[in-house]
């Protein structure tokens, strides 16, 4: 039996008045891809979120290897390095090279030498078909350029869980599978990964189970397969109408 990695157990999120998760319980296990889907507003990107503490919860707990998510400090930035993040904007240092970008992590956190990181970072730009760019600056790379090497940055950290929050959404269309098809070279060599995304050729392609959201709630999971010819909900059954229409 997989162990779970990730444990989201009865968790609440509260904005003020509004209710972003209502008990939410979600487990994925080791080595397991799953995609999170659903309309806009359904709470999707702030799950994700929560997962690394970039949200808080307002109830609840959320466990990564067996450790619940710590409220502040030194261990919550050790519990952080381990849970690889990938936003929607690239967030990479405008000022620093794309190599400087991937080992100042691994340099600064895991006490890595500048020579030790300068090879492991070659090796993941490399990986995700960048490495001939290391030394130019964010600016002069594409958007599926510059999203590729804040794949490689999370990778340098050595996560154990992969998030990614919509990584596409800010893409030009033809950037899109270059990204995608990085992500699923991931999945293939069994990275963990919850993947928040609009990209439902990803979820059929890389997911072992497809997590469905609609206001703040998970409503269905199943299989890939399973949820795209057979939904199980009116609310999926609803949403996957639209997707097919337009």
């Known amino acids: 039996m997989a162990e779970p990695l990730v444990v989201v157990r009865d ?8 209710h972003a998760l209502k ?20 709470g999707k990107s702030t799950l994700c979120r929560t997962i690394n ?3 808080t919860i307002t109830s609840g707990t959320i466990t990564i290897d067996g450790k619940e998510l710590p409220k502040e400090g030194k261990a919550l930035a050790d519990l952080r390095a381990e849970v690889g993040m990938v936003f929607q904007s690239f967030n990479l240092f405008a000022h620093l090279t794309i190599l400087e970008n991937v080992t100042l992590g691994p340099i600064k956190v895991r006490g890595l ?32 350029q510059q999203q590729r090497v804040a794949i490689a940055r999370a990778l340098a950290m050595n996560p154990k869980v992969m998030l990614f929050d ?18 699923v070279s991931l999945a293939k060599e069994g990275m963990t990964m919850i993947v928040v995304t609009h990209e439902m050729g990803f979820a ?43």
């Open 166 to 183: 919509e990584p596409t959404s800010a893409l030009d269309p033809e950037m899109i599978n270059e990204v995608l098809d990085v992500m």
């Open 11 to 18: 968790v609440q999120k509260h904005y003020g008045d509004f």
């Open 23 to 42: 008990d939410v319980n979600l487990t994925v296990d080791k080595g397991e891809v799953v995609v999170v889907i659903g309309p806009s507003g359904s």
């Open 53 to 55: 503490r970039l949200e």
């Open 113 to 144: 030498s500048k020579a030790q990181a300068e090879t492991e970072a070659k090796a993941l730009l490399d990986r995700v078909g960048v490495g001939h760019q290391a030394s130019k600056l964010p600016a002069q790379l594409s958007g599926g």
């Open 204 to 246: 059929r392609k890389a997911a072992n189970r497809v997590v469905f959201m609609a206001d703040g709630q998970i409503v269905e999971q199943a299989t890939p397969e399973q949820f795209f010819t057979n939904p199980q909900s009116d609310r999926a059954k609803d949403f996957l109408s639209k997707l097919i229409t337009h």
